[in-house]
């Protein structure tokens, strides 16, 4: 009896997100088969709602092995963060029009978690990734020379503290 080749490869899938524990295990971080089905469930539902359809090897173990190491992340946030990160993941690739590769984005995304965010994904969501989203729409294309790396900073409203700045408003506030 020939099987379905959906079924074959939703299995596929599973098997593989049950893999990245070999990785995750190292930082403390593992899924269960509940995990994986929950996660599963969650992209389908997403790339519906996103009118996606993913050919091939599915992003959610790219996403995993991208955050793994995350300072952010630890095994009570785990599930849930990586369910959340495969919805604003579909969103912004349509945001973007598909002119950035995934592991662009997936860069993009990582190091913006890391550093501007300090582990919030609305903030990702909301403020980064729309900025970056509406360069790109712009024509803005300098983050394929950088493999989407370091492209922040120009698209920052926020001014952020340094060293320097901090130890300004500290001597200010003790009136030195």
């Known amino acids: 009896m020939e099987e379905n080749w ?21 930082f403390g971080l593992s899924l269960t088969e509940d995990d994986v089905r ?21 992003i959610t173990p790219k996403i995993i092995y991208e955050f793994c190491d995350s ?15 495969q919805e604003i993941f579909f969103l912004y690739k349509n945001e973007m029009q598909d ?4 592991d662009e984005l997936l860069h993009f995304m990582k190091e913006q978690f890391e550093t501007i965010c300090y582990g919030d994904l609305d903030y990702l969501e ?10 790109i729409r712009a024509g803005y294309r300098d983050y394929s020379e950088t493999d989407g790396y370091g492209e922040y900073v120009p698209f920052d409203e926020v001014p952020r503290w340094d060293r320097k700045l901090y ?3 500290l001597r200010e506030l003790l009136g030195e």
């Open 167 to 169: 130890l300004d408003a």
């Open 6 to 26: 959906l079924l074959v490869l939703q299995q596929t899938r599973v098997g593989k997100l049950l893999e990245t524990n070999q990785v995750t295990q190292r």
């Open 71 to 85: 300072a952010y992340l630890c095994q009570g946030n785990y599930r849930d963060t990586i369910i959340r990160l």
């Open 99 to 102: 002119e950035i590769t995934d």
């Open 38 to 58: 929950l996660i599963t469930e969650a992209r389908q539902s997403t790339l519906r709602e996103a009118r996606r359809v993913e050919l091939g090897d599915s």
């Open 126 to 135: 909301g403020t980064c990734l729309a900025n970056f989203a509406q360069a």
